[in-house]
């Protein structure tokens, strides 16, 4: 980018600005055209850029992602329609084709463990962790009861608030431990993040107070090992060279890091869709998979696909922390109708619709691999995409798809330059 003028002056203040007077700025300073300007402002709808501003600092404007629907979930018996936000051609079409697979001859069903989120009040240096042990036992009960009855009271009194709290050390080589005090909270229907954190820094001078050890940071944990979403998928009398590659390629993810990575992506293609479409925080449930997938020290695949029988077998365990009320859930109102046409009920339904769709994209990945490979089913809804990028006019995009289509059929590949080529071709005919 080129700015006009080079100096940190230039944003003095560019927070106190409001959003017309941020674009004049930009523009000013050579980092935006007016054309640029009219299309931050024209490209969506001003709600959604006032939201933006009461979400956000510095805001601009607003980058809309495509909003789509996969078919054919039935997950526990009920029958789902699910949003995906995400810009990655094919996943919405691998998602359905493949809940509409399991919904021919097998099922979906899932379970949550536990109920509990992870707050972590940290001891950086202790000086004597039984003494401290000894105290926190002593005054657990007494803790509990006064963050239940303070600063968790609206969360105890819809029936969650904070179940308990659990000390650990973190021996050092040569120097004092640390500790770890997890608070484990009930979250209800939020995602907690908040509220956890509020309970670890109203603990903080009570601890320093009761245990004299030094109190360091207070936030929540992203591992919450304590409420575990299970799925599991069956399917009956599957083509056995077919079971056997997706158990095959499970083993690989299993026993090979570098491809568990690209496993678990396929997982989160669906997770982070849904997350994302209705309001939830993805960083925060992808760095929980990512931290539980590696807990063994090995990094590790977050599912499970057996041959057993005729039946292929397919298991998803991870935190799926989220939200159906508060945050971003409630304020935007894309997540509020997304929300809405899913029809989970509260934020356990919401957490195994969102693993139940990883674990499917998981086999959709999976068998496409196993079978065509993963281009070619990619490749073919990528051609339209390879065309706008080439500059195609609306009227040559469907005869340029039928000889692009062709070229993918005969090369296995196609690229931006055939897809030029063949544009060139039409303009040269016609
Ligand atoms: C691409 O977005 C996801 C896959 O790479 C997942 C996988 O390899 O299992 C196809």
Redesign the pocket.
């Known amino acids: 980018m080129n700015i006009k003028s080079s100096s940190s002056e230039l944003f003095q203040g560019f927070s106190k600005l409001n959003l017309r007077e941020r674009l004049n700025k930009l523009r000013e300073m050579g980092a935006l055209t007016e054309e640029d300007i009219y299309f931050l402002q024209t490209s969506v709808d001003p709600v959604l850029t006032d939201l933006a501003e009461k979400l956000v600092e510095n805001v601009i404007g607003c980058f809309p992602l495509p909003l789509g629907i996969a078919t054919n979930f039935q997950i526990d018996g009920e029958k789902y329609l699910i949003p995906m936000v995400v810009e ?1 051609t094919s ?1 919405i079409a691998a998602a359905s084709k493949t809940a509409k697979w399991i919904r021919s001859t097998g099922s979906i069903t899932t379970e949550i463990d536990g109920d509990c989120i992870i707050g972590q009040v940290h001891f950086p240096s202790v000086k004597d962790f039984s003494a401290l042990s000894q105290t926190i036992m002593a005054y657990k009960t007494q803790l509990i009861e006064e963050l239940n009855q303070g600063v968790a009271n609206g969360l105890f009194q819809r029936g969650g608030g904070v179940c308990d709290l659990v000390l650990r050390e973190i021996p050092q080589k040569n120097q004092p431990s640390i500790a770890v005090l997890h608070v484990l909270l009930n979250p209800c229907d939020a995602m907690g993040a908040n509220i956890i954190s509020q309970v670890c820094e109203a603990l903080k001078p009570r601890l320093a107070t009761l245990t004299h050890e030094r109190v360091g940071i207070c936030i929540l944990s992203n591992l919450v090992d304590s409420k575990i979403t299970r799925v599991k998928i069956v399917l009956r009398n599957i083509d056995r060279t077919l079971g056997q590659a997706i158990e095959e ?1 499970w083993v690989f ?1 299993a026993c090979d890091p570098y491809r568990a990575a ?2 678990n ?2 997982v989160l ?1 669906g997770m982070d869709a849904v997350l994302i479409a209705t309001g939830n925080d993805w960083r925060a449930v992808e760095a929980g998979v990512h931290a539980y997938a590696a807990r063994s020290g090995q990094y590790q695949p977050i599912t499970r696909w057996q041959m057993q029988g005729d039946d292929l077998h397919g298991f998803f365990a991870a935190p799926v922390i989220v939200g159906t009320v508060g945050g971003v859930t409630r304020l935007h109102p894309t997540a509020q109708l997304c929300l809405r046409l899913l029809g989970v009920k509260n934020a356990e339904s919401l957490s195994r619709v969102i693993a139940a769709v990883g674990l499917v994209q ?1 086999l959709g ?2 068998r ?2 196993s079978e065509e490979g ?1 281009c070619q089913g990619h490749m073919k809804l990528h051609v339209d995409n390879l065309l706008m990028a080439a500059g195609a006019k609306t009227e040559q995009i469907s005869t340029a798809r039928e000889i692009l289509q062709k070229i993918l059929q005969q090369e296995k590949k196609i690229s931006v330059t055939d897809a030029k080529q063949v544009l060139n071709d039409l303009e040269l005919t016609s």
């Open positions: 990655e996943i390629a993810a690209t496993h992506k396929g293609n998981n990945a999976l496409a691999l993963i």
